[in-house]
């Protein structure tokens, strides 16, 4: 959250042995100075609901105890900046805490959303030799934690952390063999194996990658043995999630809804899992009680502390980048709109020239009125500035499916000709968006998308159809992300127009394919329905009405087809 991330997540560069960051995460680290966020001093640090999970630490303070825990679950919750805080004032409180200091170095290092900022190097170095030289008053368990901890860590940056990821991660392994009951252990043994190919768990074809069996077999062991592991939960929601069985994270999912109270990306995480099963509903409103639950700790808004976190800048908007994904996959109009405005509204306008790879929200309020033809609405949205040219070809886009659909085919090609014209700048091909792909790939597909539908406005059948065939290339190519680099299946346009131009089977094809993808999707689903009938198939086609009716449960439109 995913991002961030996001959402989405949202913030994720994929790699084989060794990644890089993103413009983005750049960026935020750049601006928040690594994860080093605040100093447990800088203001009050207030207890949080975040379940009972308890890892036991050579302490007498009972309070240390306390924050100690709230800071592993923090940092299983990947609020990295206020799991710190939590470990240093768990240090306050007892200097003597090895574990402490050994919480603060955890945090400050790589995860699978972020690389290690070269500005945490030394802090996390320095607190790991702080725990280091507590190690004596320490367990044997504890100390073999820290020993472990200490073949991540250098005193400066290095160029390449490849090794010290992989010795990290060894030494887990081997720590979790030694003291196999230690459901932490397994957790963040399988949580470094992540960090190795962070994203990258599942080949395009559903393959497991390199480390993939590991950590989901470890995962699965804590999970049999501690159900409720916060860690473990989050974590095999992601090295499953992309793979071509999700369902069979739901347990974790239902868990998280409510394991974790105040911890704003756990709550959010089941939508992951509901996104891939086909409960859309539910993952919007997962999201937004995450976003609640993030408002309520002051994150997005004036009393954030750490309005620059990486937290406030990718895991919060990543739950209402979310939420307007799945509102708009559940028909949804209102709640789509109202989220993408919400998500432009929380960036302001220098951050798109400090963050660049952040305009990839901002064409949102567009995409929701695209989806559900708000096409005078669209004629309305004031041009945006002009250094937002990713948003600017978007708008281009937006308004030329607009004039397409009044019939004014002159001014559609006009705003044809300038999204191509964007497109094709090298600007738009260096930019790196949030979720990842080139701003010039999406500009690509919203340009075979509007040529599509100037040549169905033509008469072109052939070229409408070749144009989308196109676009779902184009998004087939597209990394795996949650929410989706582009905001909603090509495939609901191709079956639309197969249809009306006679190629029912085809159609009907196109309609299944989307459903192996997005599971009992309503648009798709619509379009099933009127291809069985159109081909007399009516028993088969009343079955899928009903399945569409539950999946148009809470919509506010009707649809007539699969687009608008």
């Given at each position: 959250m995913n991002r961030t991330?996001?959402?989405?997540?949202?913030?994720?560069t994929f790699g084989l042995s060794e990644w890089t960051a993103t413009p983005l995460q750049k960026a935020i680290a750049c601006e928040?100075?690594?994860?080093?966020?605040?100093?447990?001093?800088?203001?009050?640090?207030?207890?949080?609901?975040?379940?009972?999970?308890?890892?036991?630490?050579?302490?007498?303070?009972?309070?240390?105890?306390?924050?100690?825990?709230?800071?592993?679950?923090?940092?299983?919750?990947?609020?990295?900046a206020e799991a710190e805080r939590s470990f240093r004032e768990a240090a306050r409180l007892d200097p003597d805490c090895a574990m402490c200091y050994w919480g603060?170095?955890?945090?400050?290092?790589?995860?699978?959303?972020?690389?290690?900022?070269?500005?945490?190097?030394?802090?996390?170095?320095?607190?790991?030799?702080?725990?280091?030289?507590?190690?004596?008053?320490?367990?044997?368990?504890?100390?073999?934690?820290?020993?472990?901890?200490?073949?991540?860590?250098?005193?400066?940056?290095?160029?390449?952390r490849t090794s010290l990821d992989r010795d990290y991660a060894k030494a887990m392994r081997e720590l979790y063999q030694r003291y196999p009951n230690d459901l932490d252990a397994a957790t963040l043994y399988a949580e470094a194996l992540m960090d190795l190919t962070p994203w990258n768990f599942w080949t395009k074809d559903g393959q497991p990658t390199t480390y993939t069996n590991e950590i989901v077999s470890t995962l699965e062991s804590v999970l049999q043995r501690h159900p409720n592991?916060?860690?473990?939960?989050?974590?095999?929601?992601?090295?499953?999630?992309?793979?071509?069985?999700?369902?069979?994270?739901?347990?974790?999912?239902?868990?998280?809804?409510?394991?974790?109270?105040?911890?704003?990306?756990?709550v959010h995480m089941p939508s992951h899992v509901y996104w891939r099963v086909g409960r859309y509903y539910d993952a919007a409103r997962i999201n937004e009680r995450a976003i609640r639950v993030d408002e309520?700790?002051?994150?997005?808004?004036?009393?954030?502390?750490?309005?620059?976190?990486?937290?406030?800048?990718?895991?919060?908007?990543?739950?209402?980048?979310?939420?307007?994904?799945?509102?708009?996959?559940?028909?949804?109009?209102?709640?789509?709109?109202?989220?993408?405005?919400?998500?432009?509204?929380?960036?302001?306008?220098?951050?798109?020239?400090?963050v660049p790879a952040l305009e990839d929200f901002k064409p949102m309020p567009l995409f929701a009125l695209v989806r559900f033809g708000k096409w005078q609405e669209i004629l309305q949205e004031p041009q945006p500035r002009s250094e937002l040219q990713y948003t600017t070809g978007m708008w281009h886009w937006a308004?030329?499916?607009?004039?397409?659909?009044?019939?004014?085919?002159?001014?559609?090609?006009?705003?044809?000709a300038q999204l191509r014209k964007i497109a094709q700048t090298d600007a738009m091909k260096e930019l790196t968006l949030a979720s990842f792909p080139q701003a010039s790939t999406l500009l690509d597909i919203a340009s075979h998308v509007l040529a599509s539908e100037l040549a169905q406005a033509q008469g072109q059948t052939n070229e409408a159809i070749a144009q989308l065939k196109k676009a779902v290339s184009i998004q087939d190519s597209l990394s795996y992300i949650e929410p989706p680099s582009w905001y909603y299946p090509v495939r609901h346009n191709l079956g639309y127009t197969l249809l009306n131009v006679g190629q029912i089977q085809e159609a009907e094809a196109v309609y299944r394919e989307d459903l192996k993808q997005y599971p009992h999707n309503g648009w798709s689903l619509f379009?099933?329905?009127?291809?069985?009938?159109?081909?007399g198939k009516t028993k088969e086609a009343q079955m899928i009405q009903q399945q569409f009716a539950a999946a148009w449960k809470y919509a506010d439109v009707k649809l007539t087809a699969s687009q608008f």
């Open positions: 991330t996001f959402f989405l997540s949202l913030l994720i928040s100075g690594g994860h080093y966020q605040t100093e447990a001093g800088d203001r009050k640090l207030p207890f949080l609901n975040l379940g009972s999970h308890n890892h036991q630490i050579s302490t007498n303070n009972p309070i240390t105890q306390r924050y100690f825990n709230q800071g592993l679950i923090l940092a299983y919750g990947f609020n990295h603060i170095a955890l945090v400050l290092g790589p995860n699978i959303n972020a690389p290690m900022d070269d500005a945490a190097v030394p802090k996390a170095y320095t607190a790991l030799q702080k725990a280091q030289n507590l190690a004596p008053k320490a367990s044997p368990t504890e100390q073999a934690y820290i020993q472990a901890l200490a073949k991540r860590y250098t005193p400066q940056p290095v160029k390449d592991h916060p860690g473990a939960n989050h974590y095999y929601i992601h090295a499953v999630e992309a793979s071509q069985t999700p369902e069979r994270a739901i347990p974790s999912a239902q868990r998280l809804e409510t394991l974790v109270p105040d911890a704003g990306h756990l309520t700790h002051g994150v997005g808004g004036t009393r954030d502390q750490n309005v620059h976190s990486y937290y406030a800048l990718a895991y919060y908007p990543h739950n209402i980048h979310f939420l307007f994904a799945a509102a708009q996959m559940s028909g949804r109009s209102t709640l789509a709109l109202e989220a993408a405005r919400k998500l432009v509204a929380k960036i302001p306008d220098r951050a798109y020239q400090d308004r030329g499916l607009a004039y397409v659909r009044r019939g004014n085919l002159d001014q559609a090609k006009s705003e044809y379009g099933l329905v009127q291809s069985l009938q159109a081909q």
